[in-house]
């Protein structure tokens, strides 16, 4: 039981190359969430999903597009990346609503844009 | 809209001190709360909860009370150790539905021997 995978761990781009992080949980959870860790930011919401084929915009949405095609993965991709995404980005997912489930994260994506 | 505010760090402390970091919080309704520790180079974990008024989280010898009237959810220990340095984030989450969960922006607890 992996829990909460995230790949890659780390990678820098230049200033408008392309990407896309992956995350994948083996816990059957409905709920998934993209954030980033910023210091003296805390974490801050990019997009979630609350279930297969479903997106939502969180609190910093833009320049970040989402997908959630299978159940188990959820994908954030930058267009063109700038040197404002340089962050940590952490995937959690959780069974059901936040409020009452524990939401499990990943060990994070580490990435510098140049 | 719904906001939690956390004691701002950094928190050294010696073995054995005894620890408080605060959380007030801001919502609407009555919130589930939660403290969250995150360890060097790790992902965020659940150390604890409360989904109601007076009821009192604990784990690992860390509690917090939630406390309506105040509107806090204060994370305390007894006696400290080095293995509990780590970045601790309050959160809450409003109960109404798909909302996700809202965090404070964390406190680094640093423990010398």
């Known amino acids: 039981n992996a829990g909460v995978t995230q790949t890659p761990k780390f990678r820098v781009l230049k200033t408008g190359q392309s990407m896309t992080l992956l995350c994948a949980q083996d816990m059957n959870h409905e709920y998934m969430y993209w954030y980033r860790q910023d210091p003296g930011m805390g974490l801050r919401l990019i997009h979630y999903?609350?279930?297969?084929?479903?997106?939502a915009k969180g609190e910093v949405p833009d320049g970040y597009n989402v997908s959630r095609l299978k159940k188990q993965n959820f994908l954030l991709g930058l267009e063109s990346a700038a040197p404002s995404q340089t962050s940590v980005y952490f995937c959690?997912?959780?069974?059901?609503?936040?409020?009452?489930?524990?939401?499990?994260f990943g060990p994070g994506t580490r990435l510098t844009v140049l | 809209g719904d906001s939690v505010t956390q004691m701002e760090g950094p928190v050294t402390l010696s073995e054995e001190a005894f620890l408080t970091i605060n959380c007030t919080y801001t919502?609407?309704?009555?919130?589930?709360l939660f403290w969250y520790v995150q360890y060097p180079g790790e992902g965020l974990q659940l150390l604890l909860k409360?989904?109601?008024?007076?009821d009192k989280g604990s784990n690992k010898g860390f509690e917090a009370t939630y406390r309506k009237e105040t509107t806090s959810f204060h994370l305390e220990k007894g006696s400290v150790q080095v293995s509990d340095s780590a970045v601790y984030f309050c959160a809450l989450s409003d109960n109404t539905g798909n909302t996700p969960l809202v965090f404070g922006k964390g406190t680094r607890l640093s423990v010398i021997a």
């Open positions: 959690a997912s959780s069974s059901s609503r936040a409020g009452t489930d524990t939401q499990y």
């Open positions: 409360a989904t109601k008024a007076d």
């Open positions: 999903s609350v279930g297969e084929g479903t997106t």
């Open positions: 919502a609407t309704g009555y919130p589930s």
